[in-house]
C-alpha cells in the first residue's frame, strides 16, 4: 500500500470497555479496539486484548447503532482485521471476540463510527471577481476521481466578519467542467454593500445516505472585497497624507505606501501599516514627494481579493485636501516662446454660474456631493460627450454655453469650460496656451488647463471624444505628457 493517508487521512481512535466480564483468561482485562485508514478503500482494525489470546474475531455492522448484522468473521485471527470502506458510506461498526473456553466476550456499547472522509479531496480554490463588484464566481478544483465519493457542495458565506450562512447547494456534475476537473459557479446576486463589503465563501462537499446528509471537513475558502470612494478617503495636505476610513463590520485594513520623488521620478521603501483606526495619517513633503498608496482590507489572515490604489497627487486626493478660493478671474498664459506671457484673462460670470448650476442639477438635483465629486463627473462629462468643432461653429458662443448646452468645441472651450467649472467650485485655476507634440518633430498648438492645490499647479485635461492621451483629472506632468512649455517639455 503506497497511500498510507490518502483519502482518509483523519484517524479515529476509541476504547471498548467490556460491559461483562466472563470468568476466562480475559477477565482480569479489557479489550482495546482502534481503526486506521489503510487507502482509499480499506480501514483496518486493531485488536488489543489483555491477554491476546482468543479463537475467533466477529465484527458487526450497522446504519443507525440499533439493528445488527455480522460483517465478517475471522477464525483464529491475528491482532488487525482489515474491513472494505465502500464509497460514500457512513456505518458503525463493532467487535466480538470469542475464546473456546470461556465463550463470547463481546463490547457492543461502544460502536465505532466509519465513514468516508474527503478532508483533501479539495486540492485548490479561488474567487474570480468580475468587473462588477457585486457579481462574482466561484472556481474551485478537485482530485480527477474524487466526484465518485459526494453527491454535492454547499457554499457558506460571511459578510464582513459576521458568521458563515449557507446561500446555496449544488449538485455534484451541474457545475462541472470535465476539460479540467474543476466546479465554476456564478453566484449571481446583489452586493451586500455598494460602499464595501469583505465576503468570505467556504465550500463544503457532502453525500446523501440514509436518508442523512453527510459533510466532510474539506473547507475551501475564498475571499471577495470591494472598497468605494466613499470607503477610503484619501485626503493630501501639505504636510501630510490622511487616510479616512469606513468601518465594515470587523474588516480592519492594511495601508501600504511608496515614496515617489517628484524631481527624480523615482521610487523610495515601501512602507506597510495595518490599522483598525479610522483614519491614518502618512507625514509628506508636498512638494518633493508624492506617495503610491495600496489599502487592502483584511480579517484575522485573511486578504481582501481585491486592492484599491490611490496617488497622493493625483484627482480626488488632491481636491480634498485644497483650500477654498474667492477668485473669479482665469488668466490665460502664452508659454509658446522662451517667456511667459499673459495672453489675455477671462473670469466665471453670472451667466456661467447659471449654466453650471442647471448642469449639475440635472445630475444630481438639489443634494449636491462633494466637491471634488462633481468636479471629476463634470471633466469626465465633457470628455465623453463634447463633439469636436470642426467647423467653427463653438465661436459664437461662450465657453461654457458651447460646452454644456450644445456639446460641441475644441481645446479650447474644452478646458476653458473645465477651469470655470472648478473656478466656480473654489479652486484656483489658469488657462495654459501651448504646444503638444514633439520640440523637434512635429508639434501643435493647444490650450489645457491647471489647478493650484497647496502652492503648485497641477494639469487637468479633457476632449477629444474619449481618447485617453488627452484625459488627465488634477495630475503631475511627469515626464511631460507631451506638453510643451517655454521651448521645454513641461516639468513639474
Not at 465629486?373 to 470642426?390: P, R
Not at 502652492?455 to 507631451?482: A, C, Q
Amino acid at each position: 500500500m503506497k497511500r498510507i493517508k490518502g483519502l482518509f487521512a483523519a484517524a479515529l481512535a476509541f476504547v471498548i470497555m467490556l460491559s461483562a466480564m466472563p470468568l476466562s483468561a480475559l477477565a482480569s482485562g479489557e479489550v482495546k479496539i482502534s481503526l486506521g485508514y489503510q487507502d482509499d478503500y480499506r480501514a483496518e482494525i486493531s485488536i488489543d486484548s489483555y491477554d491476546g489470546y482468543y479463537d475467533t474475531v466477529i465484527i458487526e455492522k450497522s446504519a443507525d447503532n440499533a439493528s445488527w448484522s455480522v460483517y465478517s468473521t475471522e477464525d483464529e485471527a491475528y491482532s488487525t482485521v482489515e474491513i472494505n470502506v465502500p464509497y460514500k458510506s457512513a456505518n458503525y461498526y463493532r467487535v466480538k471476540l470469542e475464546d473456546s473456553d470461556s465463550g463470547i466476550v463481546s463490547a457492543p456499547s461502544n460502536a465505532l463510527l466509519i465513514k468516508s472522509d474527503i478532508s483533501e479531496v479539495l486540492s485548490s480554490g479561488y474567487l474570480y471577481t468580475s468587473a462588477s463588484p457585486e457579481k462574482s464566481v466561484l472556481f474551485w478544483d478537485i482530485g480527477r476521481y474524487s466526484s465518485s465519493y459526494i453527491d454535492g457542495f454547499m457554499i457558506y458565506e460571511s459578510v464582513n466578519g459576521g458568521d458563515f450562512k449557507k446561500i446555496k447547494t449544488l449538485a455534484v456534475d451541474k457545475y462541472y467542467e470535465k476539460s479540467n476537473y474543476s466546479y465554476k459557479y456564478k453566484l449571481g446576486r446583489t452586493a451586500p454593500s455598494k460602499v464595501g463589503y469583505f465576503v468570505q465563501y467556504k465550500i463544503y462537499p457532502y453525500f446523501n445516505f440514509n436518508g442523512k446528509t453527510y459533510s466532510y471537513s474539506g473547507v475551501t475558502p475564498c475571499v471577495a472585497s470591494y472598497l468605494s470612494d466613499s470607503c477610503v478617503k484619501v485626503v493630501t495636505k501639505k504636510d501630510k497624507v490622511v487616510i479616512k476610513l469606513k468601518k465594515l463590520g470587523k474588516v480592519n485594513y492594511k495601508i501600504s505606501y511608496t515614496p515617489k520623488n517628484i524631481k527624480k521620478q523615482k521610487y523610495g521603501k515601501t512602507k506597510t501599516k495595518k490599522t483598525s483606526a479610522a483614519s491614518y495619517t502618512i507625514k509628506n513633503k508636498f512638494k518633493t514627494t508624492a506617495l503610491d498608496i495600496c489599502v487592502t482590507p483584511y480579517i484575522g489572515s485573511v486578504e481582501g481579493g481585491e486592492s484599491e490604489y490611490y496617488n497622493s497627487h493625483e484627482g480626488a486626493p488632491l481636491l480634498r485636501g485644497a483650500g477654498k478660493s474667492k477668485k473669479t478671474k482665469i488668466p490665460v498664459l502664452n508659454v509658446q516662446k522662451k517667456k511667459t506671457k499673459t495672453a489675455w484673462n477671462d473670469s466665471l460670470t453670472a451667466k456661467d454660474k447659471k449654466i453650471i448650476k442647471a448642469f449639475f442639477k440635472k445630475k444630481y438635483g438639489k443634494k449636491l456631493p462633494a466637491r471634488e465629486v462633481m468636479a471629476e463627473y463634470a471633466v469626465n462629462w465633457i470628455h465623453n460627450n463634447v463633439k469636436y468643432d470642426t467647423k467653427g461653429k463653438s465661436d459664437k458662443y461662450s465657453y461654457t454655453d458651447a460646452i454644456f448646452n450644445h456639446k460641441v468645441g475644441q481645446c479650447l472651450q474644452y478646458n476653458m469650460a473645465t477651469a470655470k467649472v472648478l473656478t466656480y467650485l473654489g479652486y484656483e485655476t489658469r488657462l495654459i496656451m501651448g504646444w503638444r507634440g514633439n520640440i523637434k518633430a512635429r508639434h501643435w498648438q493647444h490650450f489645457w488647463c491647471e489647478v493650484k492645490i497647496n502652492g503648485r499647479w497641477f494639469l487637468v485635461e479633457t476632449g477629444n471624444i474619449k481618447d485617453g492621451g488627452w484625459m488627465h483629472f488634477v495630475t503631475l506632468y511627469g515626464d511631460g505628457l507631451g506638453y510643451i512649455k517655454n521651448n521645454k517639455p513641461a516639468k513639474d
